[in-house]
């Protein structure tokens, strides 16, 4: 069975910094897209980055770029997402999600939900003003 865990969430205040983590079990990292997505109160889920285990190649929606910044290690099946200057609209429940694939990666595929087979069970962020 495939699980993955995300790790790292909570309270912080805005400007600051928060590192996520997404363990998969029963699923090994060799060619797969690996991804964070985020669902603010009353909005829909976005996308948020998204990184290949094989050529960690990386995509960033533009209300992150630059301040955050994704990673993969796949010896230990954990995929990072370092967060950076904090604001409030990042407050949300962040998700990891992960495919095998088998075509190069785009941006529009990383973000593409229904794409994604496994899912974790969310972990709140919380950015206070």
């Known amino acids: 069975e495939v699980q993955l865990v995300e790790s790292g969430g909570g309270l912080v205040q805005a400007g600051g910094s928060l590192r996520l983590s997404c363990t998969a079990s029963g699923f090994t990292f060799t060619d797969d897209n690996i991804a964070w997505f985020r669902q603010a109160p009353g909005k829909e889920r976005e996308g948020v980055s998204c990184?290949?285990?094989?050529?960690?190649?990386?995509f960033y929606v533009p209300s992150v770029k630059g301040r955050f910044s994704i990673s993969s290690d796949n010896a230990k099946n954990t995929v990072y997402l370092q967060m950076n200057n904090l604001k409030p609209e990042d407050t949300a429940v962040y998700y990891c999600?992960?495919?095998?694939?088998?075509?190069?990666?785009?941006?529009?595929?990383?973000?593409?939900?229904?794409?994604?087979?496994?899912w974790g069970q969310g972990i709140q962020v919380t950015v206070s003003s």
């Open positions: 999600a992960a495919v095998k694939i088998y075509y190069d990666s785009t941006y529009d595929r990383c973000f593409n939900q229904r794409l994604y087979d496994f």
């Open positions: 990184i290949g285990t094989k050529d960690s190649q990386t």
